[in-house]
Nanobody, 127 residues
Framework: EVQLVESGGGLVQAGGSLRLSCAAS????????IGWFCQAPGKEREGFSC????????NYADSVKGRFTLSSDSAKNTVYLQMSSLKPEDTAVYYC????????????????????WGQGTQVTVSS
């Protein structure tokens, strides 16, 4: 059974940084992508970044470009989301999701493309 576990959320002041982790386990396929989504209070969940673990290619939404950075550790099957210059509007529950197989990151993460989801981790940015 594929499992995704996010960690690293918490409370941070505006301008601060957090690093989220997404640890994947229970799968046998070699090629996959990890997407990151967030759901702010009263809003729909939206994708903002993704990484193809086979080649390390990433994609970022304009709202996080230059502030958020994805990286992966293939030995640990873990993807990291480094978030810097955080803003109060970044407050949300953050989810990682896994898409099996080859993945074109150029279009950004779209929910229907992802097969497995983590439980989410809360990020709160105070002003």
């Amino acid at each position: 059974e594929v499992q995704l576990v996010e960690s690293g959320g918490g409370l941070v002041q505006a301008g601060g940084s957090l690093r989220l982790s997404c640890a994947a386990s229970g799968f046998t396929f070699d090629v996959y992508a990890i997407g990151w989504f967030c759901q702010a209070p009263g809003k729909e969940r939206e994708g903002f970044s993704c990484i193809s673990t086979s080649d390390g290619i990433t994609n970022y939404a304009d709202s996080v470009k230059g502030r958020f950075t994805l990286s992966s550790d293939s030995a640990k099957n873990t993807v990291y989301l480094q978030m810097s210059s955080l803003k109060p509007e970044d407050t949300a529950v953050y989810y990682c999701a896994l898409s099996e197989g080859d993945y074109d990151v150029s279009s950004g993460p779209r929910e229907f493309e992802y097969d497995y989801w983590g439980q989410g981790t809360q990020v709160t940015v105070s002003s």
